[in-house]
């Protein structure tokens, strides 16, 4: 019996290790599995992170690039204001008193146009032009024999871009055959 004996511990031994190595690798696969599934995780992670860097170091910069816009933006209604003024002392009947006054709008208005230029500002829109969604906004519609369908008659205020924005389009009257 105790030859048996030793055979059945030996086999319930082996039987044992065998399961226990079974149970290893499976305890291996899942994490390995586990470990695969983290790794995964970690690298859509750092993509994220780096996406969201890049987003706000584009936002810092756009920020820091137009800082200005809104000042400018102030500043283009008192330019619009001093050249309505200019128009109206130009008229004939106020031509004899207007002469002092015209001179202080126009160096008035001379060092605004110099703070654009160096701010980079740019006026766009003469009569004449073709009317551009992107850069003009048509207030009224007129028809005009011999002008081309689109073409402005009057600009009621020019536009103004900032750098490579478009900070104000221009108001414009269109003709429309």
């Known amino acids: 019996m105790s030859v048996k004996s030793d055979k059945q511990k030996k086999s319930k031994q082996k039987k044992n290790q065998i399961d226990r190595k079974h149970q290893l690798e499976k305890n291996i696969e899942e994490l390995t599995l586990q470990l695969s599934q983290i790794e995964d995780k970690h690298l859509r ?4 992170f780096d996406n969201f860097r890049k987003r706000k170091e584009q936002e ?3 920020l820091i690039r137009y800082e200005g816009s809104d000042v400018i933006k102030n500043m283009l209604s008192i330019a619009d204001d001093l050249n309505r003024m200019k128009d ?3 008229h004939p009947e106020h031509k004899d008193s ?4 015209k001179k202080g709008i126009d160096l008035i208005l001379q060092k605004i ?3 654009f230029e160096e701010r980079g500002i740019e006026s766009f829109c003469e009569v004449g032009d073709i009317l551009d969604s992107d850069l003009h906004d048509a207030l009224m519609v007129k028809e005009e024999k011999g002008k081309q369908e689109n073409e402005i008659l009057e600009v009621f205020e020019k536009g103004y871009r900032y750098k490579d924005r478009i900070i104000r ?3 414009v009257v269109v003709n429309k055959v």
């Open 45 to 48: 992670l750092k993509a994220e």
């Open 60 to 62: 810092v910069i756009n």
């Open 88 to 90: 109206a002392v130009e």
């Open 98 to 101: 207007s002469d002092s006054i």
């Open 113 to 115: 146009y110099k703070v």
């Open 169 to 171: 389009h221009a108001k």
